[in-house]
């Protein structure tokens, strides 16, 4: 179901330079100095629409910099002065939204921690009444689309127009290369449903190392998100905080520099044409694969049906590590991804197992269902 939110444009929003829409600037706010030297070296860049600074950080865990609190906000109203950029922060609370508004910040994001839990955002949304200012709403830690959305209405009811979603990635507790899994079919999906809303893309976050960060943003280019969110600092490796993932202003600059930005859409008669006959393949495929798999299951069951009459549990773990081996060798020798083959075969075995589960908790006679 497509869902409509009384929101503007992105490219109607005031400090709109164009695509990527970007904003930029350190994970926390430690000083004076380092937040006005890296706000006007990202505003040299010419390319930085709104300059962000955590003011009150949410830690995973104690005993690490969590901010320094309302003196930040002096210092981004400062930026604001000096630079002529927006200026935004983080949020988790109705006292951090009253706060923020007294010193005239222009832009307020909701962050993952606090996403999650609906009561929070009820509160944040109360504060949020009847005043015009710029939200965006990270994705919660887990990869749950309703709070996502649920999240965005709630945010949109307290009459915010310049409104936008933000994808950061999500926890996992498998080890990969990025901090937070990217799951890009969630954003995607965060699109289908709410096709008006505007999607920037949180690198810094889901890579956690600068070493990715280029091909991060650069695929959430591909995939025509509005913008990017990216923590820069002047002097990274001395940052208190994510130290790792942020980039100097040049960097950042250089990093720009290199993104193709790509049209989602042509004029071109021949190309569409052209695009027209691959994408109606695709449909034949999509249909075969849906056959194969309504095909698969209607096995799953009859093999249901003969572990509930000789009393065997439906889970057999040796037999799942056997489909996962096979699967991945074959795979890979058809050139497909481990992500792409481990997460399909996790979705089958799970349906396997769910119509399995129905079967052996049927109190209808077996004979009859066969």
Same mark, same amino acid.
């Given at each position: 179901?497509?869902?409509? *939110?009384?929101?503007?444009?992105? $490219?109607?929003? $005031? ?6 829409? *970007?904003?930029?600037? #350190? ?12 706000? !006007? ?10 300059? =962000?600074?955590?003011?009150? !950080?949410?830690?995973? @865990? ?66 949020? !009444? ?9 994705? +919660? ?10 999240? *965005? ?33 969630? +954003?995607?999906?965060?699109? =289908?449903?709410?096709?008006?809303? +505007? ?40 940052? /208190? ?7 100097? #202003? ?11 930005? =790509? ?15 691959? @994408? ?8 075969? *694969? /849906? ?13 249901? =049906? ?48 769910? @119509?399995?589960? $129905? ?12």
């Amino acid at each position: 179901m497509v869902i409509k *939110l009384d929101t503007s444009g992105i $490219k109607e929003w $005031k400090g709109y330079k164009g695509r990527p829409f *970007l904003i930029a600037g #350190p994970c926390s706010a430690e000083s004076e100095e380092q937040v006005i030297d890296t706000a !006007k070296a990202l505003a040299a860049t010419g390319k930085v629409s709104i300059f =962000r600074a955590g003011i009150w !950080k949410p830690r995973t @865990r104690p005993n690490s910099f969590e901010g320094v609190g309302n003196a930040g906000l002096k210092w981004l109203r400062r930026v604001r002065q000096e630079t002529g950029l927006l200026v935004g922060t983080e949020v988790a609370n109705e006292k951090h939204v009253y706060e923020a508004l007294k010193y005239g910040i222009d832009m307020l994001w909701i962050g993952a921690r606090t996403s999650v839990n609906p009561i929070t955002v009820q509160e944040i949304v109360d504060a949020l !009444k009847g005043v015009d200012v710029m939200v965006f709403v990270k994705n +919660p830690v887990n990869p749950d689309i309703e709070l996502w959305i649920g999240a *965005l209405e709630r945010i949109a009811s307290a009459g915010i127009k310049r409104l936008g979603a933000i994808h950061r990635g999500f926890s996992t507790y498998e080890k990969t290369i990025y901090r937070n899994q990217p799951n890009w079919q969630l +954003p995607i999906e965060l699109r =289908r449903r709410i096709p008006e809303i +505007p999607i920037l893309c949180d690198p810094s976050h889901i890579a956690g190392s600068r070493e990715y960060l280029h091909e991060i943003s650069q695929k959430a280019m591909d995939l025509n998100f509005d913008g990017l969110m990216i923590e820069s600092h002047i002097n990274p490796e001395k940052a /208190l905080s994510d130290a790792s993932q942020q980039v100097n #202003p040049e960097e950042l600059k250089e990093l720009l520099s290199r993104l193709i930005l =790509r049209s989602p859409s042509t004029d071109d008669s021949k190309l569409l044409a052209v695009l027209g006959e691959l @994408r109606q393949q695709i449909d034949v495929f999509d249909d075969h *694969l /849906l056959d194969l798999l309504e095909k698969r299951m209607k096995v799953s069951e009859t093999i249901g =049906r003969y572990k509930k009459e000789n009393n065997i549990t439906i889970l057999q773990s040796a037999r799942w590590d056997e489909i996962v081996k096979r699967a991945m060798i074959k795979g890979r020798a058809k050139g497909l991804s481990e992500e792409l083959i481990d997460s399909m075969f996790k979705a089958i075995h799970q349906e396997s197992i769910n @119509r399995q589960m $129905k079967i052996m908790n049927d109190t209808t006679d077996i004979n009859s269902q066969t």
